[in-house]
């Protein structure tokens, strides 16, 4: 079973309120933060059970398209979409973690700016300026 960090920041939001916020939009169904080890940080939307084992997808994803990328000479892996038959995974690379977006359907452009300050937010927590 995972045990998600409850770290605050000076406004008082958590790992868990950012991902349950992200809930709000109609097309995402559940949201799991990880870190580059496939830690569960935070998650929302899914059952336990499921959440370690998407956990270490993200991570593996996340670290192959990142080494895959950089050889290449394209940068780093920002986000990658895996379409299903019935919706689609979305993984944002944020460095040190990764947010997977279970979600119907949907315009993975759109998502991925709507993620944009969830993972600042995030970003933030794991990694606050002194």
Do not use: W
């Not at 370690?52 to 994803?61: F, I, K, M, P, T």
């Not at 993975?108 to 600042?120: D, G, N, Y």
């Amino acid at each position: 079973m995972s045990v998600a960090m409850e770290i605050e920041t000076e406004c008082s939001v958590t790992l868990n309120q950012i991902l349950s916020d992200l809930l709000t939009y109609e097309e995402v169904l559940a949201a799991v933060a990880v870190t580059v080890e496939g830690l569960v940080m935070g998650s929302a939307g899914m059952f336990d059970a499921d959440i370690d084992l998407v956990s270490l997808l993200g991570a593996s994803l996340v670290g192959v398209a990142e080494r895959s990328t950089r050889r290449l000479g394209a940068g780093s892996a920002i986000s990658m979409n895996i379409m299903t038959g019935s919706g689609m995974i979305t993984i944002r690379n944020g460095g040190d973690f990764a947010l997977m977006i279970f979600s119907s359907p949907c315009d993975s452009t759109v998502l991925h700016e709507v993620l944009a300050k969830p993972m600042a937010q995030m970003a933030q927590i794991l990694n606050p300026v002194s």
